[in-house]
Structure formats: C-alpha cells, structure tokens
T-cell receptor
Framework: AQTVTQSQPEMSVQEAETVTLSCTYDTSESDYYLFWYKQPPSRQMILVIRQEAYKQQNATENRFSVNFQKAAKSFSLKISDSQLGDAAMYFCAYRSGGSNYKLTFGKGTLLTVNP | DTAVSQTPKYLVTQMGNDKSIKCEQNLGHDTMYWYKQDSKKFLKIMFSYNNKELIINETVPNRFSPKSPDKAHLNLHINSLELGDSAVYFC???????????FGPGTRLTVL
C-alpha cells in the first residue's frame, strides 16, 4: 500500500520569504500522480499544484513550485514570496495511475505566515 | 456556480440517530468520492463510485452506506451514529481519466 509522509507538522515563514514543505511517499508503482492541496480555515480543499510521475520537469504554478525527485520518492512544495493568505494546512497526496483513483494523503503541515 | 456541493454544511445529532449527507457535482464527472477528516485533520478515503457503481470501499463500518442515484449525486447515509463518527466529511469528484479531484466544502458532523 502507498504511504505519504509529511515530517513537518508545523512550519512558519515571514511574509515575502520563501518556505519549503517536505513530502515523501512510498510506492512500487511507476505511474502515479502527486498533489499538494491547501486547506485554509474555511476548510475548503484547494488544489495547489500537481505532478505527473512520468514528467521530469517540475510543476510550477505562479509562486508555487515543486521539487520532484522520483528516485528519492520526494515531492516538496516551495512557496515563494509568501503571503498572509498562504496560511493554511497543506496536504501532500498520492494517486495511483491505475484504476484505483483514491487519494492517499499525508498528515498535513500547518503553515503560519508572520507579518 | 458551485462545482461540488454538499448539504448540510453542519450537522449536530444525538448518538443512535440516522442521518444523511448529500453531495452533487455539476462538472459532468464520472467518479465521486467520500473522504473523512478526523479531529487531527487526517483525511482518508471511504468510498468511491464510478458511473453509479461502487469501485472503492475502504474499511468502513457497515453503518455507513453510500448511495448514487445518478452519476451527479453521491449521498452518504449513516445509521446508529456513534461519538467516533464526529468528523468532517468531504465529497469529491473527478473524471475517470483525469487525475484532479474537486472537493466539496465539507460537512462537519458532531455526534453528542
């Protein structure tokens, strides 16, 4: 079974600074997807960024980028120019490329942004 | 336009009662899911339906029964509610071939 580990229960960053959230996963599959979801206090789950395992290029969405290291099974999220609105719980998630579409989540990292 | 909606958003009830949570998506997706988020914020899949057919059923007590009247709706019925059922329940949807899941706003269930 796949597992997703987020080793940082909490992180903090100063506004306008850069922060990196860590995620590692365990799988024997070669075809899969990885995601970062954000959950602000409103509790809505918002997709931040996704990465297909077959793509070598790291995904980027504006201030959010990932460092995908397939051999190391690592998928970290970098947030540049942090804003107060980035404060939220961040979840790393794994999805098999096969017919099982469920998301397996890590336990989350609570990000605080200090003004 | 709400893509994935859930009703109710909050549900407070007594132990032993039976309750339902409804979910609807207007994205034309084929696959729908129920996830449970516990008090420690851990999210775990419960069920998944594809075109009204159950395809994932994780280890969930049989007091929980999903029902999909059509592929735009996936409801969750819970019998004989227990204190441990208190959680936030999220509905989500995706295309069969797509990788992204879109989540509803969640339903906070409190069992007293």
């Amino acid at each position: 079974a796949q597992t997703v580990t987020q080793s940082q229960p909490e992180m903090s960053v100063q506004e306008a600074e850069t922060v990196t959230l860590s995620c590692t996963y365990d799988t024997s599959e070669s075809d899969y997807y990885l995601f970062w979801y954000k959950q602000p206090p409103s509790r809505q789950m918002i997709l931040v960024i996704r990465q297909e395992a077959y793509k070598q290029q790291n995904a980027t969405e504006n201030r959010f980028s990932v460092n995908f290291q397939k051999a190391a099974k690592s998928f970290s999220l970098k947030i540049s120019d942090s804003q107060l609105g980035d404060a939220a719980m961040y979840f790393c998630a794994y999805r098999s490329g096969g017919s099982n579409y469920k998301l397996t989540f890590g336990k989350g990292t609570l990000l605080t942004v200090n003004p | 336009d709400t893509a994935v909606s859930q009703t109710p958003k909050y549900l407070v009830t007594q132990m032993g009662n039976d309750k339902s949570i409804k979910c609807e998506q207007n994205l034309g997706h084929d696959t729908m899911y129920w996830y449970k988020q516990d008090s420690k914020k851990f999210l775990k899949i419960m069920f998944s339906y594809n075109n009204k057919e159950l395809i994932i059923n994780e280890t969930v007590p049989n007091r929980f029964s999903p029902k999909s009247p059509d592929k735009a709706h996936l409801n969750l019925h819970i019998n004989s509610l227990e204190l441990g059922d208190s959680a936030v329940y999220f509905c989500a949807s995706s295309q069969v071939w797509g990788s992204e899941q879109f989540f509803g706003p969640g339903t906070r269930l409190t069992v007293l």
